[in-house]
Antibody, heavy 120, light 111 residues
Framework: QVQLQESGPGVVEPSGTLSLTCAVSGGSITSINWWTWVRQPPGKGLEWIGEIYHTGSTNYNPSLRSRVTISVDKSKNQFSLKVTSLTAADTAIYYC?????????????WGHGTLVTVSS | QSVLTQPPSVSGAPGQRVIIYCTGSRSNIGAGYDVHWYQQVLGTAPKLLIFGNTNRPSGVPDRFSGSKSGTSASLAITGLQAEDEADYYCQSYDNRLSGRLFGGGTKVTVL
């Protein structure tokens, strides 16, 4: 059973940089899956941030591309998210998820999510 | 404003059938990309409910069913139960945006 666990600071300052990590257990990050970040502002819907394959190939949401970097650490079986130039609009629950290798590639495993608040 | 449009809310009495529509365009659902549905109970992470337009993962009750036609998809819940009260999101890919996207979400209320 694959499990994903997000970790990172709960509060970050405006104009600063957010760094989150998603640890993968019960499976290898070098499997034929893409690994994804999704966020959800309080009381609002889901927003796709971007995704990475273990080779380092990435795809990003065009609306966030200039501020987002996703990377992978195969030695630690984890992947990470960085978001720069933070504003209050970046306050959200951040989820990591696995892109399944079947059935049109849905997100079949999700982390529990971590709330990040942008505030001074 | 989401590229995939869902009604903000639907409601029904226990035992009834409700349908949630997800309306897209020729650059996403209409281009043939699969639609997936997720259920999000308050305070928890989304859970995969339907994948590849019509398929249910193991463990999902057969009360949930999905379909797709043209530029739209739908999720039907038959025999509505109190535990079905949650937010539901459709998800697909858009070749004009070159990215994945979610619908705005629909809150299902069991009366």
């Amino acid at each position: 059973q694959v499990q994903l666990q997000e970790s990172g600071p709960g509060v970050v300052e405006p104009s600063g940089t957010l760094s989150l990590t998603c640890a993968v257990s019960g499976g290898s990050i070098t499997s034929i899956n893409w690994w994804t970040w999704v966020r959800q502002p309080p009381g609002k819907g889901l927003e796709w941030i971007g995704e990475i394959y273990h080779t380092g190939s990435t795809n990003y949401n065009p609306s966030l591309r200039s501020r987002v970097t996703i990377s992978v650490d195969k030695s630690k079986n984890q992947f990470s998210l960085k978001v720069t130039s933070l504003t209050a609009a970046d306050t959200a629950i951040y989820y990591c998820a696995r892109w399944a290798d079947y059935g049109g590639n849905p997100y079949d495993y999700w982390g529990h999510g971590t709330l990040v608040t942008v505030s001074s | 404003q989401s590229v995939l449009t869902q009604p903000p809310s639907v409601s029904g009495a226990p035992g009834q059938r409700v349908i949630i529509y997800c309306t897209g365009s020729r650059s996403n659902i209409g281009a043939g990309y699969d639609v997936h549905w997720y259920q999000q109970v308050l305070g928890t992470a989304p859970k995969l409910l339907i994948f590849g337009n019509t398929n249910r993962p193991s463990g999902v009750p057969d009360r949930f069913s999905g379909s797709k036609s043209g530029t739209s998809a739908s999720l039907a819940i038959t025999g509505l139960q109190a535990e079905d009260e949650a937010d539901y999101y459709c998800q697909s890919y858009d070749n004009r945006l070159s990215g994945r996207l979610f619908g705005g979400g629909t809150k299902v209320t069991v009366l």
